[in-house]
C-alpha cells in the first residue's frame, strides 16, 4: 500500500518553478528539480507522472501568480501594457537575474516539447494575446486609429515585442534598446 505524499504540491511545484525558470525545461535535470523539491526521482514521477507533467504545473502556477499581480496593478489597458513591458525588461535584465518570463522563455523550447506540453505553453500564449488584445480594443474605443493595424496584430505585435526583448536581453542589448523596443511596440497600441 502506498503511503500517502508528505508534501506540500503547491510548495514543491513552486520550487520547481524557479528550476525551471532559471535553467528552462532541457536544461532542468531530475536531480535538480528532486534537489530543489526535497524528493527524490520516484516520488517526482508519482506525483507528476513526468518530467513534462511537472513542468506543465509549474508553467500553470507561474501564469496564475502573473494574472495575479496584473490584477493587483489595477490599472487601465495602457498603463497595464506599459507597466507590463517596463515589468518584463527589469526581469529579462541581467543585472536583475535575467530570468525573463517562463512563459516566454519556454516558446524557444516548443520544438523539443511534447505534444501536450505545447499545447499547454500554446494555450497560456493565447490568453497573454488575448489580454493584450482587449487592452489593445479598450485603448482604441476611447482613442480610435483608422489606420493603425488591428487589435488582433497589434496584440500579436506586443508578444513577438516581449519575445524579442528576452532574446535581445540574453544576447546583452542594454537597458535603453529594450526600452526603444519596448516603446515602438506600444507606439501601435
Not at 46 to 60: I, N, P, T, V, Y
Not at 106 to 133: G, I, M
Not at 165 to 178: E, K, W
Request: with cysteine.
Amino acid at each position: 500500500m502506498a503511503r500517502p505524499p508528505s508534501f506540500t504540491r503547491e510548495a514543491v511545484v513552486e520550487r520547481a518553478m524557479e528550476v525551471f525558470w532559471r535553467e528552462g525545461f532541457h536544461g532542468a535535470s531530475i536531480a535538480q528539480l528532486g534537489a530543489a523539491m526535497g524528493l527524490r526521482p520516484g516520488s517526482i514521477y508519482a506525483a507528476f507522472g513526468s518530467k513534462e507533467g511537472l513542468f506543465r504545473e509549474a508553467l500553470a502556477a507561474y501564469t496564475r501568480q502573473v494574472r495575479a499581480r496584473a490584477r493587483a496593478l489595477q490599472l487601465g489597458p495602457r498603463a497595464l501594457l506599459e507597466r507590463w513591458f517596463t515589468l518584463h525588461i527589469d526581469r529579462a535584465l541581467a543585472e536583475a537575474g535575467g530570468r525573463g518570463c517562463l512563459l516566454l522563455n519556454s516558446v524557444a523550447e516548443l520544438p523539443r516539447l511534447d505534444d501536450e506540453t505545447v499545447a499547454a505553453v500554446r494555450a497560456e500564449l493565447d490568453a497573454l494575446e488575448r489580454l493584450f488584445h482587449h487592452c489593445v480594443a479598450s485603448v482604441r474605443r476611447q482613442t480610435p486609429r483608422p489606420d493603425g493595424p488591428s487589435p488582433t496584430a497589434t496584440a500579436r505585435l506586443l508578444v513577438a515585442a516581449l519575445i524579442g526583448i528576452g532574446v535581445m536581453s540574453r544576447a546583452g542589448a542594454p537597458r535603453r534598446t529594450l526600452r526603444a523596443v519596448a516603446h515602438a511596440a506600444l507606439a501601435q497600441v
